[in-house]
């Protein structure tokens, strides 16, 4: 077993302690102003160069120009990049130039030599691409829709430079959704954005839509480069449903139309009941030029469900003919009333003349 010896550190004096803060302090100090002075020479002395367009945003497989200028008196200036770089000129204006940029990730610096140092400018590139194909469709569904039913709309974006994309869903010409990618890769991707829906019957025929949009500043191309996808049409299956259940119709206007026709899809079909009706009738609007008084039962019928509506025949004319008579009647009673007033009266103005 070994055994481990104790070493005796002394403690240090005060003086040997105020001796070791100082060191610390002045090398602190020194450093805090050296770095000051640093940071000053930095600032005051940018480099003298000025881009022209200070930043640029280029379609892909297009061209680029950027000018560099200087107003200073220097030992050289160029540009270094991948392609089109321009070798070192005492010019003091020097245009970086590429014909059918392809590269994705790219960087380009103008650089100048003055007072026995080098500094550069980079500038900064932004490359686009518009979509291959932008396309709508209903995920995992074919076929018409059924009213109150959920689904997924997808759209599919094909072979785009994510940077800047915005996708906007439209329903008719409304604007009902808007994604946005925050992706930071450089190189084209395909990409979905999806949009959920409850089907209503009013959406029949409905047409959506969804376009691709590239919002690339002030620098960018105006309007900005969209790709919008053909419409999708939807359409909705929905069961017959009266607005009104019942409709009171007199007789005392000639014609007697019921009218049970009520919108569907798909379309509905027709029975009729009712005790007045000697035979099976099917279409949606009847006609009669004179229908006994009673009720006559419409029920509108399709694959969803289907709606009954009642009509309801009042004798309009035996009315009127009943408020006639009754007029007549009151006449009579009242001439009959006024004649044997008007007897009365005689009788006793001639028992007066007699007296």
């Not at 367009?53 to 000018?67: C, H, L």
Request: aromatic fraction near 10%.
């Amino acid at each position: 077993m070994q055994t481990r010896a104790l070493v005796y550190t002394a403690p240090l004096g005060i003086k040997e302690r105020r001796r070791q803060t100082f060191k610390v302090t002045l090398c602190r100090l020194c450093s805090f102003l050296y770095f000051s002075w640093v940071s000053q020479v930095e600032a005051g002395d940018a480099c003298p160069l000025k881009l022209k367009p200070p930043s640029v945003v280029v379609e892909y497989g297009s061209n680029v120009s950027v000018d560099c200028s200087t107003d200073v008196t220097h030992d050289g200036m160029g540009w270094e990049a991948p392609v089109g770089p321009v070798s070192m000129t005492t010019d003091k204006l020097i245009t970086w130039r590429v014909s059918n940029l392809r590269l994705w990730d790219i960087q380009s610096q103008c650089y100048i030599n003055y007072n026995r140092k080098q500094c550069s400018t980079f500038v900064p590139i932004t490359i686009y691409k518009t979509p291959d194909s932008v396309s709508i469709n209903t995920l995992n569904h074919t076929g018409p829709m059924i009213e109150g039913s959920w689904y997924e709309l997808k759209c599919d974006i094909v072979n785009v430079a994510l940077s800047n994309l915005t996708v906007k869903w439209f329903k008719g010409e409304t604007e009902v959704y808007t994604k946005t990618f925050t992706d930071t890769i450089k190189t084209p991707v395909s990409e979905t954005s999806t949009h959920n829906i409850t089907a209503v019957r009013d959406d029949d025929g409905v047409q959506y839509r969804c376009e691709a949009e590239l919002e690339l500043g002030a620098d960018g191309p105006q309007p900005p480069p969209k790709v919008t996808s053909e419409p999708l049409s939807i359409t909705v299956h929905y069961r017959p449903k009266h607005e009104v259940t019942i409709e009171l119709i007199s007789t005392n206007d000639g014609d007697v139309i019921l009218n049970c026709i009520v919108p569907a899809n798909p379309p509905a079909t027709y029975s009729w009941y009712s005790e007045h009706l000697t035979e099976t009738r099917n279409s949606p609007v009847l006609t009669f030029s004179t229908l006994t008084p009673g009720n006559y039962t419409c029920t509108a019928t399709n694959p969803l469900g289907k709606s009954s509506k009642v009509f309801t025949i009042t004798g309009g004319r035996t009315t009127f003919w009943a408020i006639l008579i009754f007029g007549l009647m009151i006449l009579v009673i009242w001439f009959t009333s006024c004649a044997a007033y008007r007897m009365c009266n005689l009788t006793q103005n001639s028992v007066y003349l007699a007296t």
